[in-house]
């Protein structure tokens, strides 16, 4: 407890005056106990009549003194313990004294001092009054420490110990020495008596709920009374008693004179206190009557008040029986006032048993203290707020007004934010879904976040999502099973591919066209009976709604369904959420729908670009197998021999165009593998010229060349680097007017090797400067068109050298200015190359082997064959599959030149069949084939082709593929 809290109980004035009483209490103590330290007799003897404090009587007193000071502090605990040292010293000299046994601790205080023993039964031992004192007073310090129920007890020991020092101290005052000299019954020193007194008066202050202070403190007659007469009770008999002894002593006066003056002076004094004490009392009752009055007046007022007001108002006994019930009360609960009071709340409102009111009104009653609760009347169908205040009869007032309108606001109110918050969840999540459509390229997943998404938006708890799609069986249009949410393994078989005409909901809204409810499968028609309803309760499904997801051109797409496990209507809220989703949901298909068939015309278009350049291929594998045949014959027609050159230099663009487009396909869909090796840029650079030696004597065009002595080593595929040099020198020349002039240079630059090819042509117009690297882009047809291309060389070259880890710009000053390409590539520092590009031309060896020729494509297999012989090779010309495998076994070849695409029997079987054979299993196998991509190659070495070559080949390939054939295996002719 608080000091604060504790002077508001005890009051001010006690408080002060009992913490004033203790500081001379524990300061008395501890003086009187120095005196025996310090050896001063005086300190024990304030009288100095021989009477001295015992040491144990000095320290009970200052263990006394703190113990009230701590009592007045508020300090309870550390009181009783005070309070239980003084118990046990007081209370060890009492059993001493009544049982006769000397415990030896008297003299362990008295420092072995000679003086200070009169009057005492036993050196250093406290008389039987001051023990006796001191144990009641130790026990009132405990009691006085416990709450107020507990310490009724407490005043009593205090009087007692009021009136044995009292006797003492009067003994004192009028010379009786005999009451407090006599060792066995009073012996006790005068400052012993006066610390009696008062720390048994300090402790009494602090009781103002207990024993003579509660009266003294009370407002009454009663307490005015005993104020008045108490100090004449106390002190005028002491004062005349000592008036009348010190005249009698100075001879004033005889006995009996002094006796009967000291009783007629005692009657009159007493009567004026008497006198005096009823004017009080009878001015204090007039105030009462007055008091009475206001408060009646007040009490009508009050009442007119709570007649007037709105709020009910109502009293009870401590027996809960109503003694008031105003107007508002009697409105309020439905009763009249006749019904109501005098009968106890619980029988005329039996449901408020165990409830929260229950509860309230006796906590009010057990804890005396005010409530604030609201409750709801389900029999008024009404709810209240009240405030219950404890009365001081046991019963309890109770205030109420009807908080129901409020209540209901407060209640919409927080369904209003609980429904916002909830449409602000759901409205993130359909954001966060947006997001992830425009994003996402995980399709499976994102069909699986649409059905949650819908489930979690609808309050359901199972969800599909289903696409149009037509059956490769029947070919009839359905839905197909996309995702599902809550769906068994069975259900999600059952319902991978619905027929439009079944009797389930989803094929209902697919046939409508719009969104099909059904708020309980057991109350619906059209699937009663039907195995989907079957298939429904065993996934305990009671509703169902399926939204058709329609295209912004309005075809339909699939449906989105929902499921719940009881019978649901959708609410306004869910079905506009499904709307959003379902819009989401049918843009994210329109568009997976667009990209899939965007993919299908880009596959269509490569398939169509493989078929066109093998179909090409095998036409030019006869032209150029007849132009090498023709170069092979000698002639002196020079339009012949010019015309020889043109089909010649044809041919070789109608390649080289058909090369380019398919390395453009590869490199966008990155299947374009480099075969990356250490080379020497300026060898790729060299022969780069060289191949491009023709085109340049034809144009008369002046090149000139500028390389370092030093090699530029570099990692990197040699037959792709020496492509994007060769499109750039190529470029160059068909874009400079015949007679132009050319700069080729290879150098170092810091890390990177440097190749630029400047030429004094047509020029590039700035506009197309930024796309001169975009597919299919072309220059201002007044300057580019008429060169004829299909704008991807330079599309080409510059995804070729970034695989490099390399970059290509161009410059250029406009049109009629010419242009600079310029490449960087990466230097490899350290090393050399390990591989030189191959020469153009060779001579191959004239050892003749047998070699069978097979190809549908009959002009094609005989001028390779013809061209074969005149290098005095053995051909077999076959046309078919089976030919060829007849022949490869009659003939017994050295080698085969085995085109693919045959009829009747492939040749990739024919391979196999022949690498099945003994006599085929050293037998050289080459393609000769129009299709070259990546996986026709793997295909080829998968079934034992030891080359594969791409229509139309180069001659001079083919023969050092004879010539490596060895010895032991060649056949003899």
């Known amino acids: 407890m608080s000091r604060l809290e504790h002077a508001s109980q005890t009051g001010t004035w006690s408080l002060k005056m009992a913490t004033a009483l203790g500081v001379y209490v524990a300061l008395g103590g501890l003086l009187s106990f120095s005196g025996w330290a310090a050896d001063v007799p005086r300190l024990t003897d304030w009288f100095n009549n021989g009477i001295s404090i015992q040491p144990n009587a000095a320290l009970a007193v200052a263990s006394a003194g703190v113990g009230l000071l701590a009592l007045a502090a508020g300090f309870r605990q550390l009181s009783a313990a005070f309070g239980m040292l003084v118990t046990v010293i007081g209370a060890s000299v009492v059993v001493q004294w009544v049982s006769g046994i000397d415990l030896g601790i008297d003299t362990l205080l008295m420092f072995d001092r000679s003086w200070g023993r009169a009057t005492v039964l036993s050196p250093g031992r406290m008389g039987p009054s001051g023990a006796t004192s001191w144990t009641l007073i130790g026990c009132a310090l405990v009691l006085a420490s416990l709450s107020p129920p507990k310490r009724k007890g407490a005043p009593t020991l205090l009087l007692i110990a009021v009136t044995l020092s009292t006797l003492s101290l009067v003994g004192y005052m009028y010379g009786a020495s005999a009451l407090y000299t006599i060792p066995n019954i009073t012996a006790i020193a005068f400052q012993t008596a006066t610390f009696v007194f008062a720390v048994s008066i300090g402790i009494l202050l ?149 409830t929260k009111v229950e509860y309230a009104l006796r906590h009010v009653v057990a804890q005396n203290e005010s409530v604030k609760f609201e409750s709801f009347s389900e029999r008024l169908n009404r709810w209240f707020s009240s405030n219950a205040y404890p009365t001081t009869g046991g019963g309890v007032t109770i205030y109420f007004q009807d908080i129901t309108e409020k209540r209901t606001a407060e209640e919409e109110i927080s369904a209003s934010r609980r429904q916002l918050e909830a449409d602000l969840a759901d409205t993130r999540v359909l954001h966060k879904l947006s997001s992830e459509i425009v994003g996402h390229n995980d399709a499976p997943a994102l069909y699986e976040k649409l059905v949650e998404a819908a489930v979690h938006v609808s309050r359901a708890q199972l969800g599909s999502l289903q696409v149009i799609e037509v059956d490769a069986a029947s070919g009839t249009e359905g839905l197909r099973l996309l995702a599902s949410q809550g769906f068994s393994e069975q259900a999600a078989q059952a319902w991978r591919w619905v027929n439009p005409a079944s009797q389930s909901v989803c094929s209902r809204a697919m046939r409508t066209r719009d969104r099909s409810i059904v708020e309980d499968v057991l109350d619906c028609d059209f699937i009663a009976g039907s195995a989907d309803l079957a298939l429904l309760l065993e996934l305990d499904v009671r509703s169902v709604q399926s939204t058709p997801l329609l295209s912004r051109n309005g075809s339909l797409l699939g449906v989105i369904s929902t499921h719940w496990r009881q019978p649901h209507t959708p609410s306004e809220r869910e079905l506009r959420l499904l709307d959003l989703l379902a819009r989401q949901a049918a843009d994210f298909l329109e568009r997976r729908g667009n990209e899939e068939s965007l993919k299908d015309a880009d596959r269509r278009k490569d398939e169509f670009l493989v078929t066109l350049a093998h179909e090409l291929r095998n036409p030019l594998a006869a032209v150029r197998s007849t132009v090498e045949l023709l170069n092979r014959k000698n002639s002196d027609d020079e339009e012949l021999v010019r015309a020889r050159q043109v089909l010649d230099r044809h041919t070789s663009l109608m390649v080289r165009l058909i090369d380019d487009l398919m390395d453009v396909g590869r490199v966008a869909r990155d299947r374009l593998e480099l075969r990356l090796q250490r080379v020497d840029l300026v060898s790729i650079v060299r022969s780069a010229v060289e191949m491009s030696a023709p085109l340049i004597e034809r144009l008369r065009h002046t090149v000139q060349v500028e390389w370092p002595t030093d090699p530029l080593i570099v990692h990197g595929d040699p037959d792709r680097l020496g492509q994007v040099v060769g499109n750039l020198i190529n470029n160059a020349c068909r874009y400079t007017d015949p007679g132009g002039h050319i700069q080729i240079s290879a150098a170092r630059d810091g890390s990177d090797a440097v190749v630029t090819v400047r030429d004094n042509g047509i020029g590039i117009p700035p506009k197309s400067l930024s796309s001169i690297f975009e597919i299919f882009s072309q220059v201002d047809s007044s300057f580019e068109r008429s060169q004829g291309g299909l704008g991807i060389g330079l599309h080409l070259a510059r995804r070729l050298i970034e695989m490099h880890g390399g970059r290509i710009r161009v410059k250029s000053e406009g049109p009629g200015h010419g242009s600079v390409f310029t490449i960087w590539c990466p230097v490899v520092d350290g090393v050399t190359a390990t591989d030189e590009p191959a020469s153009p031309a060779r001579i191959a060896s004239s050892l003749p082997r047998r070699v069978l020729v097979v190809d549908d494509n009959v002009d094609g297999a005989e001028m390779l064959a013809t061209l074969l012989r005149l290098h005095h090779q053995e051909t077999f010309v076959a046309h078919d599959g089976e030919a060829a495998l007849a022949a490869a076994e009659s003939f017994r070849p050295d080698a085969v030149l085995l085109d693919i695409g045959l009829p009747l029997i492939n040749g990739v079987d024919v391979c196999r069949r022949i690498r099945e054979q003994p006599w085929g299993r050293e037998m050289v196998v080459v393609a000769v084939t129009g299709w070259g991509q990546d996986a026709d190659r793997n295909r080829s070495r998968a079934a034992g082709f030891d080359h594969h070559l791409v229509k139309p080949v180069d001659h001079n390939v083919v023969l050092e593929i004879l010539d490596s054939i060895p010895a032991r295996t060649v056949s003899k002719v």
């Open 206 to 354: 602090l009781l103002s709920d207990q024993g003579p202070m509660r009266l003294l403190g009370d407002d009454g007659p009663a307490g005015v009374m005993v104020r008045r007469i108490i100090p004449g009770v106390v002190v005028v008999p002491v004062v005349l008693g000592l008036l009348r002894l010190v005249g009698e002593q100075r001879g004033l006066y005889d006995l009996a004179f002094g006796t009967a003056a000291r009783t007629v002076l005692e009657i009159v004094l007493l009567l004026a206190l008497l006198w005096w004490t009823a004017q009080a009392v009878s001015r204090q009752a007039e105030a009462r009557k007055e008091a009475e009055h206001i408060a009646a007046g007040r009490t009508r007022q009050l009442r007119t008040t709570l007649e007037s007001i709105t709020d009910g108002f109502v009293t009870t006994d401590s027996g809960w029986r109503f003694t008031y019930v105003n107007p508002a009360a009697q409105r309020l609960l439905g009763h009249p006032a006749e019904d109501l009071l005098g009968r106890p709340i619980w029988d005329l409102f039996p449901e408020t048993l165990n």
